[in-house]
């Protein structure tokens, strides 16, 4: 459903992406991780042009996203949806209405927006607290609140950019749970940048590594973290050894 093709951006020196190739399959959930800095970001925010590339393709069901007109990409922005590291809800409005917002201003009728709203916060399990605002939520409601605003539009594709990231460890889990919930029941085909590797172990469909502005390894998480080729694969191979000898250890009391 999503060809991107030698897909470059340059910021002053730094090369953000540096000639990236990329298939994604409908239905398919795709985790890319890889260094901070290495440029993930930046590609998923290339899709909807939320960042123009200095050059290359993004095509979308065959049609070239960075040729569209400001209609025709205003369009074609509804059926991406996002999910960012910072909620940025309005603190004003309610839970219900951030997740109405977006519809209603984009010409949906309030009762139509209303039913999506309702829908989307249910799948988020926030259906007890509808008519509470952002500040009288945790932080794990509150991206939850931000996941509901991405549902609502019942997205085709759905990107998200470490959802978790700002999150304290207890509340991370809250959020996993709900993203590993969409992921099995999913309508939407996923992107997903995030740093959780176990789950990019047990959601990935595919596993996609990146260092430097380039896509250095992809594949199963049975290959990319087992048998790695590069020198990330590597790192991350390293570090879930660590974590699991580390997690054996403690459980048998060596290190307690
Ligand atoms: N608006 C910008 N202006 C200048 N440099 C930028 C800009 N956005 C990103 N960069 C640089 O481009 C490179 C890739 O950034 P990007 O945010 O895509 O990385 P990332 O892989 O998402 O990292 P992280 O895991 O820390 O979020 C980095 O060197 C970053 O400093
Ligand atoms: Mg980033």
């Known amino acids: 459903m999503l060809v991107i093709q030698d897909l470059h951006k340059q910021f002053g020196s730094i090369k953000a992406i540096d000639g990236l190739n990329l298939s994604v399959t409908t239905g398919e959930i795709l985790v890319l991780m890889g260094p901070s800095g290495c440029g993930k970001s930046t590609t998923i925010r290339t899709i909807n042009r939320l960042i123009e590339p200095d050059q290359g393709n993004i095509l979308l069901h065959d049609v070239n996203i960075l040729t569209l007109d400001p209609d025709e990409l205003q369009k074609i922005r509804k059926r991406i949806g996002f999910v960012f590291q910072h909620f940025n809800l309005i603190g004003r409005l309610t839970a219900l209405e951030n997740v109405m917002f977006g519809l209603v201003m984009g010409g949906m009728d309030r009762d139509t927006a209303q039913n999506k709203a309702n829908d989307a916060m249910a799948k988020v399990g926030l ?48 959020v996993l749970v709900v993203m590993e919930e969409l992921a099995r029941y999913r309508s ?6 995030t740093h959780e590797l176990s789950f990019a172990l047990r959601v990935a469909d595919r596993i996609v590594l990146m260092d430097k502005g380039k896509i250095v390894e992809e594949g199963k998480a049975s290959g990319v973290f087992v048998n790695p080729a590069s020198e990330i694969g590597q790192k991350y191979k390293e570090l879930i050894e660590y974590q699991m000898n580390t997690t054996a250890q403690s459980l048998s009391g060596k290190t307690l």
């Open 188 to 193: 939407s085909t996923m992107i997903v940048v």
């Open 127 to 174: 259906e007890e607290h509808l008519h509470h605002k952002p500040n009288e939520l945790s932080g794990g409601q509150q991206q939850r609140v931000g996941i509901a605003r991405a549902l609502a539009y019942e997205p085709e594709l759905m990107m998200w950019d470490e959802p978790t990231a700002s999150l304290d460890p207890i509340l991370v889990r809250e």
